[in-house]
């Protein structure tokens, strides 16, 4: 099953691949042609996982079955970054074998709140969202870090549950309201808290991303795939083995 993660430089995407997947091995890396470039044992930092080549793939030994791509960040002046990233999902998504296929496209966020910015996407991920397109590959926003948007937000007058309320009302107003506005919004949203802490939550989280995921998916045969592919979510399997 393969999945494309795009966003911004540091939004924290290879933390979430890592709690995904439920390691903190170095993956494998595989140029366009699938011929392996990197073994885990010789790979730079993760924090360059892509090369900055879209088209470059990678897979963690603890769960093979699911095949990443990542974009290189959508920083302000990344025209030609945001048209190689939309002509591989072009490419991709006409791709005959269903093993080259992109499946599912993960926005990987980092909210950074500021009262006086009314739009907070970048204008290359607005027009990601806008731009015209052939494909219909669905796209799952993730909110990472809710926590710092907490303490963004945070009034020492209030408790934790209303500061909390408060950051929710936030995300709800300042990002997801205006996506869903966008040509091609996003048809699920997920956060993600104290994603990069070791004593975190991460699998039941992750295990919501699961769920929104294959919610997002129209194909039965491409969501039972996704399905049987996550290792994380016995819930998830159970229920759409039921349901189908």
Request: net charge neutral; with cysteine.
């Amino acid at each position: 099953f393969r999945i494309l993660v795009i966003g911004r430089a540091n939004a924290g995407k290879t933390t979430l691949l890592n709690r995904v997947c439920n390691t903190t091995e170095e993956p494998s890396i595989y140029d366009k042609d699938k011929n392996l470039v990197s073994c885990p044992f010789i790979l730079k930092p993760t924090s360059e996982l892509g090369i900055h080549d879209v088209r470059r793939s990678f897979v963690f030994k603890s769960n093979p079955g699911f095949i990443f791509h990542d974009s290189p960040g959508f920083e302000a002046g990344g025209e030609e970054e945001l048209k190689a990233v939309m002509t591989f999902i072009q490419k991709s998504s006409k791709a005959t074998d269903v093993d080259d296929q992109i499946h599912v496209i993960w926005y990987a966020h980092r909210f950074c709140f500021n009262p006086d910015v009314a739009r907070p996407l970048l204008p290359l991920e607005e027009k990601f969202f806008n731009e015209d397109r052939s494909w219909n590959v669905p796209v799952v926003a993730i909110f990472m870090k809710f926590d710092d948007l907490i303490k963004q937000v945070y009034n020492r007058g209030q408790d934790k549950t209303e500061n909390t309320k408060k950051a929710l009302d936030t995300l709800e107003k300042k990002f997801k309201e205006p996506l869903s506005r966008y040509k091609f919004p996003p048809r699920a949203y997920v956060r993600f808290m104290a994603i990069h802490k070791d004593n975190g939550n991460h699998q039941e989280q992750v295990g919501e991303l699961i769920k929104q995921t294959a919610a997002s998916i129209d194909n039965l045969a491409l969501k039972m795939l996704f399905v049987t592919v996550q290792q994380n979510n016995l819930e998830v399997c159970i229920q759409y083995a039921v349901e189908t």
